[in-house]
């Protein structure tokens, strides 16, 4: 058996070294059955098939019966010259495997340090943001001389994401050369973080306002601070630096001194930069002059525009308001309301006709409003007004006007100028402060009014109908104190208000209120959600003359900065004292004082729960 398979593997032709020559003529007979039992026995056990593996491989010659036996069953291992087997290549695929294998795990492990080592470099490297934790802080800048005004601005001029605190004030009084006194007054720049000062520049006369913003729109260039003096300072400001930028020149307000802050206005002369406006009051009261003014360089942009007004009253404007349509107009007055359009101060202080784009457009309904003469001048209102302020109006591209009036408070819708509620009041002197106290996502209105000797109102006013929807009587000696407010994420608003201590005034006291000597004047908190009740925040022993409310986007918190003069003894000025806590913190050190009795009552840890999850958000009322 073992010659008929070895005859049978041998290839044609080839010559076998035991049997001698073989041919296949002779043989072809007798060799039939033989190799038929050789080719199943090759099908069975190594898949050969005519002789040929499935590979197309020859098979060896030299062969024995142990190829056909069961301890080797692979015939397809047994190869022909110059053929590698399949078992070599077998060993090649998983040697191959195995480097690829170690090349992925080297490559991995290769990443996993290199990010590791990223990680670290970026932790000691790039500086985490400031944790402004409890942003409470006290400054005493010395004592302060001169007038009333208080100016105090927040803007982020280190750019730390916190915002910092701008204020003047007057140090000392020089005497001139011709023997008259006026004061020095210094620019003041105090970190939000912990009130230090960050730069200071001088001022040639007192600050009227202090205003930041950035005239670029749309850019990310440094923002510029603009200050307005008492009596001919105009000049910009390099928050970041606190140097001068430009100094409006005095001699183009010789006839006159400012009036009001400067006002900030579309680009008119196409620079690049918004351009800016302000208002110059004579010796006489009529005589009023507008001065265009580059946002660039300082420069005038052509020559003043006067106006003659008649009016009794306190100066209202300059506001800067642009309609639904995108038509600019100046609204201003004495004792009243009235309105010229941008584009015809514009014209006058060029002499010429052409107009840029930002002028061409026209308001119908307000352009109705003009005088039977066909007057440059547009009548709003004009019935004992004291403050004007705009507030945003809900589902408008506009603004509302507010008008605080001597018999009351009056809202006039932007689009048409009519009347949108009316509210009686007497007392009413200083300017309300805008909220969400409703549900209707309409601005509400925080008002303070006069009632008595060391004592106020407090009432929150309905925006929408004019109706007052939350009011409590309040001691407090402090003549006019600033309110302020800040919207929570929820769409709701805190308000703040001064008072004295709230103890001393209870139901059951036989005490007269406000009949007592002044005491700690209280910072207190409402709260839409809990109207029965205050949070007292904080204590202040001075005169609160200024307060405003930043927003710290990256730990959605709220921070409160007042600007307290400290009481004066014979002889010497009161000194000046800054202030900044954090609201956040302050919600949940506050104590809680109880206005009237609810049922059920509020529990402390439900309110803590609370007053926890506030979170506050920049939000603007104004537009």
Same mark, same amino acid.
């Given at each position: ?347 006058? &202080? ?123 009587? &309040? ?23 001064? &008072? ?124």
């Amino acid at each position: 058996m073992a010659t008929v398979l070895s005859r049978a593997l041998k290839l044609p032709g080839k010559k076998s070294p035991d049997l001698g020559e073989y041919d296949p003529l002779t043989q072809a007979d007798s060799d039939e059955s033989e190799d038929d039992l050789v080719l199943n026995l090759q099908q069975k056990n190594g898949g050969v098939k005519n002789g040929k593996s499935p590979l197309g491989e020859v098979p060896e010659p030299d062969s024995d019966a142990e190829a056909v036996g069961a301890a080797k069953p692979h015939l397809s291992e047994v190869t022909t010259e110059g053929y590698p087997s399949e078992p070599l290549g077998g060993l090649e695929q998983k040697a191959t495997s195995s480097i690829v294998s170690y090349v992925r795990t080297s490559v991995f492990l290769l990443t996993l340090v290199i990010s590791m080592i990223l990680v670290l470099v970026c932790a000691f490297l790039i500086p985490c943001p400031p944790r402004d934790l409890h942003s409470t802080w006290s400054r005493h800048l010395g004592p302060q001389r001169g007038g009333d005004l208080s100016p105090l601005e927040l803007a982020d001029v280190n750019g730390d994401g916190l915002r910092d605190v701008l204020l003047s004030f007057v140090t000392s009084r020089n005497g001139s050369a011709v023997g008259v006194s006026r004061p020095a007054a210094i620019l003041v720049c105090l970190s939000g973080m912990n009130g230090s000062t960050l730069w200071l520049s001088p001022l040639p006369e007192e600050a009227r306002d202090i205003t930041c913003l950035d005239l670029i729109p749309g850019s990310v260039a440094e923002t510029i601070c603009l200050v307005t003096g008492t009596h001919k300072m105009f000049s910009a400001f390099n928050a970041t630096s606190g140097k001068a930028i430009w100094t409006l020149n005095p001699n183009y307000l010789s006839n006159g001194t400012l009036a009001a802050p400067g006002v900030v206005l579309p680009d008119l002369d196409e620079d690049g930069v918004r351009d800016l406006v302000v208002l110059a009051i004579g010796e006489l009261q009529p005589d009023l002059c507008f001065l265009l003014v580059s946002g660039r360089t300082g420069s005038p942009v052509g020559r003043p525009v006067k106006y003659n007004i008649v009016g009794v009253g306190n100066l209202i404007g300059p506001q800067v308001y642009v309609t639904t349509n995108g038509a600019v107009y100046i609204l201003f007055g004495f004792g009243n309301i009235q309105a010229v359009a941008l584009r015809d101060i514009f014209v006058q &202080a060029q002499n010429r006709d052409s107009l840029p784009p930002s002028l061409q457009i026209e308001e119908p309904e307000w352009e109705k409003r003009r005088s039977i003469n066909l007057s440059e001048l547009i009548d709003i209102y004009s019935d004992g007004v004291e403050l004007l302020q705009m507030v945003k109006a809900p589902d408008s591209n506009c603004s509302n006007l507010l008008i605080t009036a001597r018999q009351g408070l009056v809202l006039l819708r932007g689009q048409n100028l009519t009347p949108s509620w009316t509210l009686s009041l007497q007392g009413l002197h200083s300017q309300p402060t805008p909220g969400y106290f409703t549900d209707d996502q309409t601005l509400d209105f925080l008002l303070q009014i006069q009632d008595g000797v060391g004592m106020k109102k407090m009432m929150v006013v309905d925006g929408d109908s004019g109706s007052v929807t939350w009011t409590y009587n &309040a001691p407090c000696h402090m003549k006019e104190t600033p309110t302020t407010s800040a919207v929570t994420s929820d769409q709701k608003s805190v308000f703040l208000f001064w &008072a004295e201590g709230m103890s001393t005034v209870t139901p059951s006291s036989d005490a007269i209120p406000g009949t007592g000597p002044p005491s700690l004047h209280h910072l207190y908190l409402l709260h839409p959600a809990f109207p029965s009740l205050l949070l007292d925040l904080a204590n202040a022993t001075g005169t609160v003359t200024a307060s405003e409310v930043g927003i710290n986007d990256l730990w959605k918190d709220a921070f409160y900065v007042t600007r307290t003069t400290g009481p004066s003894s014979e002889g010497h000025p009161a000194p000046l004292v800054v202030s900044k806590l954090s609201l956040r913190w302050a919600l949940m050190e506050g104590q809680v004082v109880q206005l009237e009795d609810t049922t059920p009552k509020i529990g402390r840890g439900e309110l803590r729960r609370f007053l926890s999850r506030i979170k506050f958000v920049d939000l603007p009322y104004q537009i």
